[in-house]
Structure formats: C-alpha cells, structure tokens
C-alpha cells in the first residue's frame, strides 16, 4: 500500500513539475481566430472550459444595434490578451490538434484566469459538455454572475452558442 502511494505521490509531483514548466508565454504575434481560440508560432490554441459566441451570429444591443457576436467575443479576448504577457498551461489536445490550454494574465498587481475574466464579463460562455453539464463549474457560475450583472452580451439579446451547438448549427 506504501508503495502504490508514494508512486501516485510521485507521478503527482511529476506532473505538476512538468506542467509548471510547460507555461507557455504569448505577448505577441497571436493570430485570434475566435473568442476562445488563436494561432501563435504554427500552433492552434483554445481556452479550455471556455465557449465564445459563435462568428456570424446576431447580437443586437439594448438600443437595438446589430453585430456579430463572434467577432465581438473576439476583440474581448484581444483586448485581454493586449493588458500584458498572458502565461497558459496546456491541459489536453482537442480533436483538430489545437491545445487545450488554461491562462491567467497579470493585470496590475493581480493575476487574474482569462476565462474567468471573459465569462464574467459576458464576452464568453461556459463551455458545456453535450449533456448539456459545465465543463467547468467554476465558469458555469461566473457565467450565471454575468447572466445576472446583465455584463457583456447579458445586456442584450443573442443566440446562445450551447443552443446553437446542440441544434447542429
């Protein structure tokens, strides 16, 4: 029992080693694709847990302006992304090869999780598995805050990506 312990501890310890060294910096020369996803040195990479609006969708503005909700969800990624050096740990490999990666940006003097600040912000969705469950408690309620705050695309109408990716579209 001892030793399956201390082998589970080390492989713990390994992995946590490997993954703090495995940061990937992106200051610049990013190529945003969606709100949630971006090219940097060859690579794809995406926001784990996280679901932009989906490009070529409606978003229409309490005073009844249109845009298109994708390319408003990725100018917030950009904007965020423009405050400073964001730092991602790669966490998995999506179908099409892309990273799964999560990130945090320093703002200020705080360092602060990118999908947390663009859900919050009502840029961005908590991604949902096809149970319709969070992929990401965590996201779910900052999610729900935005939902309720009215932020971001809250304030407006918009078809939301969960229902649109479920439906097939």
């Not at 992929?135 to 971001?152: C, K, M």
Request: proline share 4%; aromatic share 8%.
């Amino acid at each position: 029992m001892r030793i399956k312990l201390a082998i589970v501890l080390a492989f713990i310890l390994v992995s946590q080693a490997l993954g703090q060294a495995a940061t990937i910096p992106f200051s610049t020369n990013v190529a945003f694709e969606t709100g949630d996803a971006w090219s940097h040195e060859g690579r794809k990479y995406r926001l784990f847990g996280v679901q932009s609006c989906i490009r070529g969708t409606v978003y229409r503005s309490p005073e009844g302006q249109e845009g298109d909700c994708g390319l408003r969800s990725l100018a917030s990624l950009a904007a965020l992304f423009s405050t400073g050096t964001v730092g991602c740990q790669p966490v998995g490999t999506a179908r099409d090869g892309a990273s799964f990666v999560i990130c945090a940006v320093m703002i200020g003097d705080s360092t602060v999780d990118v999908g947390t600040a663009i859900i919050s912000a009502g840029a961005a969705f908590a991604a949902t598995l096809p149970s319709g469950s969070p992929v990401s408690t965590a996201y779910a309620v900052a999610e729900l805050a935005a939902q309720d705050n009215q932020s971001g695309f809250w304030a407006g109408s918009f078809e939301h990506p969960a229902t649109l990716l479920s439906a097939g579209r």
